[in-house]
């Protein structure tokens, strides 16, 4: 993997910190991604390595260094959410993109949506819809879990929050899917266009006629003042459909997958639900899935090299819920002590939606393993794992005998 030239290589990276690596590429055909990612630290790279690949950055394995990075938005930007420069959204996501102070402002927006009871009720109408597309796929005994499920209850959780008409799910999912899912670099910045042009309706509509959802509340808002331009509610209602969207659906993608292969681990969770909590807890520490980037303001080091202003970063955050202190921190042991975990990051842009995540995960848990308590991996499947900001498995077939036939 060492790339010992200088071509498309800036003069300060010193040569042994090249490295020809695609952020987008994993081995895992297991399809364990964490895995994959602690494996290529461990591989004997440096910790700090610059890759000429996706317009050329560099990339931080060493954990204390990614939490570094994370809590200094001053030198390292979130201007930039993913390699290259260019396929970062326009307008920016907000407040994804926006570094302090200005973020604190946007940050507000979004929070009445993520107090306990906004997230109780969200839950409510998760359940509902969890139990209602289970309900669909149970009696055929088999299901593409990315398509059937894994995308479709936090689509409906987004819409909910934002009161959009239940007819659109179909049209949303498509876009959604050019977004998460693209065949090609410009379907995702075509599935952004749309999905700025549909939110515009839909803000259009609660200007002339407010409700009391979260589309009424942001076209009211004011910040400073001053009420949202059009390029910032884009930017704001394209984080509160795809920040918890593309993150809820990949780790669940690698929940189901696990869960799949280990019937031991299905049969705990039935047999003592008390266990639940500290099973999402175990689960989001073990399947972290998420690549953030971030842009330098100014020239920095890290683990002895220099970063020059406007260079990126690509820091994979699941590094840090794998000390190197000789624990068996790939084992997913639902009773291991509750600890740290970087999942859902670090800094001023900790995710606001870690409570919604949470509760959609401990649904999905709840409802699936009550409904389908047995279930496997299709054999002929091939399992691929797809990374983009957020990693997910791009298809996973799951197998099982319908409680009719059981019963005959």
């Keep these: 993997m060492l790339y010992p030239t200088r071509k498309d290589v800036p003069d300060h990276v010193p040569l042994e910190r090249i490295v020809d690596y695609d952020v987008f590429r994993v081995d895992a055909p297991d399809g364990d991604f964490a895995g994959a990612m602690v494996r290529l630290r461990d591989s004997g790279l440096p910790k700090t390595f610059w890759t000429p690949r996706n317009g050329g950055h560099w990339i931080a394995l060493a954990s204390a260094d990614i939490i570094y990075i994370l809590e200094h938005p001053a030198v390292y930007s979130s201007c930039a959410m ?62 593409e ?72 509340h942001l076209v009211t808002a004011r910040i400073n003042g001053q009420l949202l331009s059009d390029a910032e509610l884009t930017g704001v209602t394209t984080v509160l459909m795809l920040a918890g969207l593309d993150t ?62 406007g260079e ?43 409570m919604l995540a949470r509760a959609e995960i401990r649904v999905f848990l709840e409802e699936w393993l009550r409904r389908i308590p047995e279930f496997t991996i299709a054999p002929d499947a091939a399992i691929e794992v797809k990374v983009g900001a957020a990693a997910t498995i791009a298809c996973l077939p799951l197998v099982w005998t319908p409680r009719l036939a059981m019963t005959v």
Excluded at 279 to 300: G, H, K
Excluded at 313 to 329: K, M, R, S, Y
Excluded at 333 to 354: N, V
């Design 312 to 354: 990126l970063v690509v820091i994979p955050t699941a590094l840090c819920n794998f000390p190197e202190d000789g624990q068996d921190w790939l084992a997913v042991d639902f009773e291991r002590p509750r600890t740290g975990h970087a999942t859902f990051g670090a800094g001023p842009h900790f995710c606001i939606g870690s």
């Design 145 to 216: 879990f990315i398509a059937d499920f894994a995308q479709q209850m936090p689509i409906a959780v987004f819409m909910g929050m934002l009161d959009l008409p239940v007819q659109d799910r179909p049209q949303i999912m498509g876009i959604v899917d050019r977004i998460v899912r693209p065949d090609a670099p410009a379907s995702r910045m075509t599935g952004f266009a749309e999905l700025a042009a549909y939110m515009a309706v839909q803000l259009d509509q609660r200007r002339a006629q407010p409700r009391g959802d979260m589309l009424s």
């Design 82 to 143: 993913r390699v290259p420069k260019e396929a970062n959204p326009q307008p920016p996501m907000m407040p994804l993109m926006v570094d302090p102070p200005h973020h604190v402002h946007y940050r507000r927006l979004i929070a009445p949506a993520m107090t306990p009871a906004a997230v109780r009720s969200l839950e409510l109408g998760a359940r509902r819809f969890a139990i209602e597309l289970i309900d669909v796929v149970e009696p055929q005994g088999r299901c």
């Design 248 to 309: 809820v659906a990949g780790m669940l993608s690698f929940i189901a997958c696990f869960l799949a292969g280990n019937p031991a681990h299905r049969a705990q969770l039935r047999e003592r639900p008390e266990l639940m909590v500290n099973a999402v807890e175990e689960f989001l520490r073990r399947m972290a899935m998420v690549n953030l980037t971030r842009e330098l303001r100014q020239d920095a080091q890290i683990d002895g090299v220099t970063m020059k202003a």
